[in-house]
């Protein structure tokens, strides 16, 4: 059980800065209980906290988790170049706050992207220690052979990496797409790997990232959700 004030809550969940959330509550934005709160200095319960500012329901969370079904034509980078960035997608609050992507994923590639302000899950998830898995489908320019498949469980040489790199799985889906699993998370990595192999990438999907598959959260592109517990547990058992 933990305690906020008002003002210190609504900025905690990336509605502005204290003053802006006092303005914010003394505009009678905030409602509580069927009430208006216009005390920024009143204590709240935080556990369980379920509010309206703006008149969109709002729920406390200390930390978020997030999975977006990422489009093409999105930026991951936090200073974006020539497209914008998939914090865009989110509401305004989550840049408040702070969040950010685990990991990157190329301006074209689409597919499972998490987010989150909690940095020590990020650190986590991305760590190469953890080895958590990451299901791409790529399509080829070149046909998916036999060889290309073997090539690239044995290992392929990028020429910036000091060992071969290998996929953990990989197995050809149709004539020109294959599914590859990667436990690294190197600058480009598919699409180097298929090019070392003499194919080239044309376009790439991420659908899973551990056990969590974009299949099972159901969400249309540009679409994203909070996750829960559960499916973080999904993530190789690495909890918030
Ligand atoms: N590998 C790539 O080449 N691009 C991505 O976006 C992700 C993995």
């Known amino acids: ?38 005390d920024y200095r009143a204590q709240v319960e935080t556990d369980g906290l379920e509010f309206t500012v703006f008149g969109e329901p709002q729920r406390y969370r200390w930390q978020v988790y997030i999975a977006l ?20 997608l989110l509401p305004d609050e989550m840049a408040l706050r702070d ?22 899950f990020i650190h986590a998830q991305s760590s190469p220690k953890r080895h958590v ?10 046909p998916v052979t036999d060889e290309l498949i073997a090539l690239l469980r044995k290992g392929v040489k990028l020429h910036d990496e000091p060992a071969p790199l290998a996929a953990t799985h990989c197995e050809r889906l ?18 180097r790997m298929l090019a070392a192999a003499e194919n080239h990438c044309v376009a790439l999907r991420r659908t899973a990232v551990g056990g969590l598959t974009l299949e099972a959260l159901n969400l249309a592109e540009g679409e994203w959700m909070f996750l829960d517990d559960r499916h973080l547990a999904l993530l190789t058992g690495i909890t918030a």
């Open 1 to 38: 059980m933990s305690k906020m004030t008002w003002d210190k809550l609504l900025q905690s969940q990336g509605f502005g800065t204290r003053k802006e959330c006092q303005s914010i509550l003394a505009n009678g934005e905030v409602v509580f209980n069927d009430e208006v709160v216009r």
């Open 69 to 88: 079904h990422k489009p093409p034509d999105y930026e991951c980078s936090r200073k974006t170049s020539h497209h914008p960035g998939v914090l865009t």
């Open 99 to 120: 969040v950010q992507p685990v990991g990157r994923l190329d301006h074209d590639t689409t597919g499972l992207l998490l987010l989150s302000d909690d940095g020590a």
């Open 133 to 142: 898995p990451k299901v791409y489908v790529a399509t080829t320019h070149e």
């Open 174 to 191: 149709s004539d020109n797409e294959l599914e590859i699993v990667l436990e690294q998370g190197k600058y480009h990595q598919v699409k």
